[in-house]
């Protein structure tokens, strides 16, 4: 191993486990790993050599790792209260989402309501992504711990995973199979007894996307794709920096700054085209939204900070 | 005294201890050497570090020589803290030995 990916080696590792994790594990490792290669007399040997430190150092780090994803005893409050955190926002984010259809229901009577109510797994699912941000901004603001740092990223990409994986199959899965039996169904008129709304394909409609409801061209489909992961992506760089700058001031106006546009974009859908109003999320493109979100949260906003990066001098 | 203050030594610190005992100073991949298969190098870095930090063992590295490059390898010896908890630990076992072997008998 050269000296330079060494040393490259363990302030990676510093800045991702801390600095007594670098000196009391991985330096000790490397050493010996170098000392070993060194030793080998032919090249076969050197070869097993890396790959038995090779083996090692991935043994390590996933030990390593699995430690610091444990929570310890003083770390809960503040894990608790960012998880407090994420959950506040997810229920204001839903309500947000929800309120436009509140005329429609005190209007149209309960059948619409319940329509309305169907929504509730597409609005969490996409208020969610949104609530971790001021989640990981408060974590990223408020922790100077390293590990509590890389403990809650193993947390967050847990459930960013969960999203993702969710929000995917409902894209690929849900929604196609949704699309075709919303266009029937708006083609004969929508359902307006109770018995035709609890129907399953409905519920279905509700939890889908605009991606298979409204036919587009593959380039079109490519290119919404393609902004809707630009735009959250520099809109979620801004407002980790604001945060990071404003420390909990920022969590609030992150919050506002997501929610708000989310508020008025949908608040204008209903009246605009009732029908189209069942899949108010088609302006947000949801899945890919949600994916960009989450995984630009996890890669920005509990990144160690610089002053966790040095490593003893070897 | 609970039972939760008393110190607590895993097999493989007890390895490592009583390998330190008998050779003296030693490196982690000697220890894995040295230890006939009872340490295993993907684990041994790991405890060893625990075991620092829980104040059984003093480290320092080993001086390279001139020109050489590198990281220095880090020698390990046991502190007197842990050779008193390991002589607690065995005297632990005897009288629990003992006790077995009368209540059997």
Not at chain 1, 149 to 165: F, M, P, S
Not at chain 2, 25 to 32: I, P, R, T, Y
Not at chain 2, 56 to 72: I, K, Y
Request: proline share 6%; glycine share 6%.
């Amino acid at each position: 191993m050269r000296q330079l990916s060494a040393h490259a080696l363990l302030r990676w590792t510093a800045r991702t486990f801390g600095d007594d994790a670098a000196t009391l594990v991985f330096e000790p490792l490397i050493a010996d790993w170098q000392q070993e290669r060194r030793a080998a007399c032919s090249r076969t040997a050197r070869a097993l050599a890396w790959l038995r430190g090779a083996a090692a150092l991935l043994c390590c780090l996933a030990a390593v790792g699995i430690s610091h994803a444990v929570p310890r005893a003083e770390d809960r409050p503040r894990v608790g209260r960012s998880a407090a955190v994420a959950f506040a926002f997810l229920l204001l984010g839903t309500a947000v989402l929800l309120v436009p259809f509140l005329p429609w229901w005190l209007d149209r009577g309960w059948v619409f309501g319940r329509l309305a109510m169907d929504l509730l797994p597409t609005t969490l699912g996409f208020a969610w992504p949104l609530a971790l941000v001021p989640a990981a901004v408060r974590l990223g603001a408020t922790s100077r711990d390293a590990r509590l740092a890389w403990r809650a990223r193993a947390i967050l990409l847990l459930a960013a995973a969960g999203t993702t994986a969710a929000l995917t199959i409902v894209d690929t899965v849900v929604a196609p199979v949704a699309a075709r039996d919303f266009q029937q169904r708006v083609r004969h008129s929508l359902p307006t007894v109770p018995e035709a709304v609890n129907a399953p394909a409905v519920r279905l409609t509700a939890l889908s996307t605009s991606t298979g409801v409204v036919p587009r061209s593959p380039n079109e489909q490519r290119r919404r794709a393609a902004m809707s992961l630009l735009w959250p992506a520099a809109l979620l760089v801004l407002g980790w920096r604001a945060g990071r700058a404003l420390a909990r001031a920022g969590v609030v106006v992150l919050a506002v700054w997501w929610l708000l546009p989310a508020g008025i974009a949908l608040t204008f859908q209903p009246a605009a085209t009732p029908f189209g109003s069942l899949h108010p999320m088609q302006f947000f493109e949801t899945p890919e939204f949600s994916a960009a979100a989450v995984w630009l949260a996890i890669a920005m906003a509990l990144r160690p900070r610089g002053d966790q990066a040095g490593v003893r001098a070897a | 005294m609970t039972t939760s203050r008393l110190p607590r030594l895993s097999a493989t610190e007890r390895v490592i201890l009583e390998l330190l005992l008998e050779h003296g100073e030693l490196f982690g991949l000697a220890m894995v050497e040295a230890s006939d298969g009872r340490l295993k190098r993907g684990t041994v870095y790991v405890t060893l570090g625990r075991m620092e930090e829980k104040g059984f063992l003093d480290s320092r590295q080993e001086p390279l020589p001139p020109g050489a490059t590198g990281l220095p390898r880090r020698l390990y010896t046991p502190t007197g803290h842990a050779r008193q908890v390991l002589a607690a630990w065995r005297a632990a076992e005897r009288v629990m030995a003992g006790h077995l072997s009368t209540t059997e008998a």
